[in-house]
């Protein structure tokens, strides 16, 4: 019987010594489809970045899945996030903005509410002017990127609210010398980049942190009730 005793103490011992970030940490199934390009899975969110554009977006820590663009005839798994960023604010040429080997931009910041502000400023004789001023969507126009198998990086980005009609979410795909699926190429070099689809975003349900102490005193009830029964039930011997 130690066997079983150990094995619901070691439960018990894992509930109350789980980390905090696992309370602390948002996940989120998502699914992107359109122009030849699907994508579904989950990617978490930690804190809200206090240094980044107002309304402060939150950090995106990681994302699996699949991604698929038959545009270029490329599917694989979504690996995990391409190199994070510090997530500075943009103040001058974008310091928190980064870039894949292949040119795409990030800073992996998501907006719950879909409000992301605009935050694309390039410098114009030494005054740093907003050249791209749509804003709205769960990501802002620098968007999230990616690895995917077989050496490629893919991103989600928001175009916004352009022109006041829905929020406009793209999709691209680069490797490490440049971008594998370009858009802007020829006839559509006048809209805004990416390949354009529907981008859906579902909160999934995580244990409350109040409820995992409760859970973890419940077990140890539990077992302290099991032991209790077991030297109840034992026979009696004569010496």
């Known amino acids: 019987m130690k066997t079983k005793h150990l094995v619901l ?21 998502f699914s992107f489809n359109g122009s030849g390009v699907t994508a579904s899975g989950t990617f ?44 500075v604010s943009d103040t001058l040429a974008n310091p928190g903005v980064a870039f894949t080997a292949g040119g795409l931009s990030y800073d992996d910041l998501f907006y719950p509410t879909g409000n992301s502000p605009a935050v694309c400023l390039t410098l114009i004789n030494g005054v740093p002017v907003l050249t791209y001023p749509f804003s709205g969507g769960y990501f802002d126009i620098f968007g999230a990127a990616f690895n995917v198998a077989g050496g490629y990086t893919g991103a989600f980005w928001s175009n916004g609210n352009v022109g006041g009609g829905p929020i406009v979410y793209a999709a691209g795909l680069a490797d490490a010398n440049g971008l594998v699926d370009n858009p802007n190429a020829g006839p559509d070099s006048g809209v805004p980049p990416g390949r354009f689809g529907s981008f859906t975003v579902r909160l999934v349900p995580v244990p409350e942190p109040d409820s995992l102490p409760l859970f973890g005193i419940g077990l140890f009830g539990l077992a302290a009730l099991y032991a209790r029964k077991r030297e109840g039930a034992r026979p009696f011997r004569s010496i």
């Open 9 to 29: 103490l070691g439960l018990v011992a894992a509930v109350a010594c789980a980390p905090a970030a696992f309370a602390n940490e948002m996940n989120y199934a």
């Open 44 to 87: 978490q969110v930690g804190s809200q970045s206090a240094n980044s554009a107002t309304p402060p977006g939150y950090e995106i820590t990681g994302i699996s899945g699949t991604f698929s663009d038959t545009n270029v005839g490329v599917s694989g798994a979504i690996t995990g996030l391409y190199t994070p960023v510090s997530y």
